[in-house]
């Protein structure tokens, strides 16, 4: 831990204001009134201030803590990450209370937050009077253990905020319109809103560290889905609460990027949250294909993640606020050759549908389709993009001397630039996207979510062999993602919480193939049937070189084992006959073929009231009315 830390918390009060809060704690929900008021006269309410210690590793087990409001960081001293979090309700020490052990971990408050303190003597005189107390103290136990087990299954998601703290950054005012239509979505959602007029109008007289004010901010945070706190422009004490308050902190920005000296409020929040727990939003008067000048905002604001929102309708706020909820719908696209435009067809469907996807991660022509649709390309556009990229540009019928590969890559490069834009940032994109590729300086995922947009296109689609790899500046040796993760649903789970159409390609468990082994031709009954092409209808009907590469570059991947959650909906669209991965001319039948087939998914899913479905076209509230519409309301231009 660092030498400059907070000290230890000490005690401050021994009395509360209980309201009905305590009710609602699992811990309590067995005990009777009088049980609890017990238990509340044993404990010691302590206050801690963000930053501040409650607990050191190695230290005594001496006593325990019930988290009354606010949120606490568990850290080893062997772990560079927080390995859990606490929040109001849970206990804080109970298994080296109970073991009498020394503390297993350091826990600091990463929130200005109050706890509960109940000493080893005042749980031994406890138990004697109220025998009950120990049985729910025993269930929280087991509780906290059948949480740390569910740890090591392998689906992980990204955290969920409680409460959000929404300040201005950079010189440019932000249009008032913007946070007017916030705060009507917002409360749409079922979001809490606190200012500073209503602390005041609620509060009069108080100051904003009053023990009144933290139990009642307690209140509302521990009954809303989230709570926003509207911190203005100014460093004021108010901001600095709402941003001490919050689990997430969120910089509302206009036009280009200022000087690189931070404003005291825009400081005082990257002081107080981690990059991780910080969000970029650029204010736009209308919605674009591409802006300009992210990256700019990003290397003066570093940021988990950025958003775009146009004020000509709501379409892009309320896209922001399924972000902030955990509800943020998203579009995985594995990879699968000639097959991508598929992802086109279910695209189009789905968005017939009224759905409004909220990020885009893809493999391989994966990542070429979820970067078209992160630039707000219609359906039609991207189809027509992939008969320039595969089939006019003859990207992949260009053989050249195999130094290097066996592809010439010049080809695919420039169509790839010409259809995304030479100058292109993924941070530019209209929605969040990001594209896997394999790292094979390191041997593991890279998921690219900077630079050029045709670049990471490239990177991710490089089939070793087939082409070179992509070369960063940095060094790094990048190939096809399908080596490492060719149905990227993981890590869509790191980047947000909600549910995902995934689709992808993968073959059945078990695919035989009716080829006689003695009738595949050599060289020269090879080159005989190029040159009389009537010949070709001998070969056998076996796989294509490049079809098996593909396979045996993902045959260590099990489908049937993509860590879904119940929200999450697979979705494999047959293959029309015949079509092997490198016919990429026969992209037309597969991108009609694959949207009629999803619209008869779709209906079909609805119909069985199926809850990924209904979570995916849900949260859309009608944003896009139109009947066969799949295009966002766009203005002619590049940059805003």
Known sequence: ??????????????????????????????????????????????????????????????????????????????????????????????????????RTANVIAIRDTSVLALTRAAYATLAQEAPAIVEALLAALARRFARETARLLPVRASP????????????????????????????????????????????????????????WLNQLEYNAPLVAYFGGRDASEWA????????????????????????????????????????????????RHEV?????????????????????????????????????????????????????????????RGVMFDIFVGT????????????????????????????????????????YALLDHKAFDAALADQYGH?????????????????????????????LLWQAVRASSAIPGLLPPFYTKEGAMLVDGCLVDNVPLAPMQLLKSGPNLVVHFGEPATEMFDVDYAALPGRLELLASMLLPFRKTLL???????????????????????PTTPLDMVMRPPTPDGIDVTDFDRHREIFESSYLWARETIAALEAAHHPAVAAIIGPTDGADSAAGSVAFPLRAGGAA
């Open 1 to 102: 831990m660092s030498s400059n830390r907070v000290p230890p918390a000490q005690p401050t009060s021994t009395t509360f204001a209980w309201g009905n809060v305590s009710e609602d704690f699992a811990l309590f929900k067995t005990l009777s009134a009088e049980q609890r008021l017990r238990a509340f006269g044993a404990m010691t309410r302590q206050d801690l201030v963000r930053g501040q210690l409650l607990v050191e590793q190695g230290g005594p087990s001496d006593a325990l803590f019930l988290v009354l409001h606010g949120a606490l960081a568990v850290h080893r001293a062997d772990h560079p990450e927080p390995i859990s979090e606490l929040r109001a309700g849970e206990l804080v020490g109970e298994i080296g209370f109970f073991a009498n052990i020394p």
């Open 292 to 352: 300009s000048g992210t990256a700019a905002w990003l290397a003066r604001l570093p940021c988990f993640m950025h958003h775009h929102v146009a004020l000509e309708d709501q379409i892009d706020i309320d896209s922001m606020i399924r972000f902030l909820c955990g509800r943020a719908v998203g579009f995985v696209a594995g990879g699968g050759g000639s097959l991508g435009t598929a992802h086109v067809g279910i695209y189009k469907a789905f968005r017939e």
């Open 240 to 287: 600095r609460k709402a941003v001490r308050q919050a689990d997430l902190v969120v910089i509302v920005c206009r036009g280009d990027a200022p000087a690189p000296d931070l404003t005291d409020i825009e400081s005082f929040a990257c002081k107080v949250h981690p990059v991780s727990a910080r969000r970029l939003v650029r204010v736009h008067d209308h919605r």
């Open 540 to 562: 056998p009907a076996a796989p294509s070189a490049i079809n098996v590469l593909w396979r045996s570059l993902v045959a260590h991947q099990r489908y049937d084992t993509l």
């Open 423 to 451: 100058d292109c940032r993924i941070e530019d994109c209209w929605r969040p996207f990001a594209a896997v590729a394999t790292n094979l300086s390191t041997h593991s995922l890279e998921l690219i979510r900077t630079g």
């Open 364 to 403: 391989s022509v994966g990542s070429a389709m979820a970067a078209g649709f992160a630039k707000n390309f219609d359906a039609e556009h991207l189809e027509r993009g992939t008969h320039d990229i595969f089939v006019s540009s003859r990207s992949f019928r260009r053989p050249t001397w195999p130094r």
């Open 160 to 215: 969920k905020a409680r409460t959000v703290a929404l300040i201005d950054g950079g010189g440019e005012p932000v249009p008032s319109a913007f946070e007017q239509r916030l705060r009507q979505g917002l409360v749409a959602a079922g979001a809490e809103i606190v200012d500073l007029a209503r602390l005041q109008a609620i509060f009069p007289g108080r100051t904003l560290d009053a023990s009144e004010i933290s139990d």
